[in-house]
């Protein structure tokens, strides 16, 4: 630890360690030897360790982020796919968002997936943090409820499924 910087808390640690799965967190290496923690935007910047800020890396890669060979840009986006991956999303969620990926075009504004009525509660997640919007039926009700919903990605999540279709297209390609 270099001189006068603070240690990485233990909890925190263990919580960016559980995110990546205790492997390194670039998607195409995986690797499980020589992990480290690194901060996305530098200590010397910000002079303080948070989780949003912290990423495990192996040894190799890590050496590679800090020569700049690998863009903080992509170490953002590596750690906002954990977060889709592993972290808050339930699988109902995590699959709406790779339906909206699979699809052969990005999905344009306004474009919607359909959901069985009443289920809307099962995107609770991605409402609160603003990558849908789900919008009911206004035909026949059943009961009190939509026959189904629609959940339409927010332009904050387009920029999401952006970034896990480029993910996919890379994984694809190996």
């Not at 999905?107 to 997936?113: D, I, T, V, W």
């Amino acid at each position: 630890m270099p001189e006068g910087r603070p240690a990485i808390p233990a909890a925190m640690k263990r919580a960016v360690s559980e995110e990546a799965g205790y492997r390194c967190a670039i998607p195409t290496c995986k690797g499980t030897s020589a992990l480290e923690f690194a901060h996305i935007v530098p200590w010397s910047t910000v002079q303080e360790h948070t989780f949003d800020n912290l990423i495990l890396l192996c040894a190799v890669d890590h050496t590679r982020f800090d020569r700049g060979e690998i863009p903080a840009k992509s170490m953002r986006a590596f750690k906002d796919n954990l977060a889709l991956l592993r972290g808050r999303y339930s699988d109902s969620e995590r699959r709406i968002l790779e339906a909206f990926a699979i699809q052969d075009v990005p999905p344009a504004p306004g474009f919607g997936l359909p959901i069985p009525g009443g289920t809307s509660y099962t995107m609770m997640y991605l409402k609160k943090d603003g990558l849908v919007t789900v919008h009911p039926n206004t035909g026949i009700s059943i009961g009190g409820l939509p026959p189904w919903e629609l959940v339409v990605l927010t332009e904050k999540g387009r920029a999401t499924v952006e970034r896990m279709r480029n993910a996919l297209l890379i994984e694809e390609a190996l």
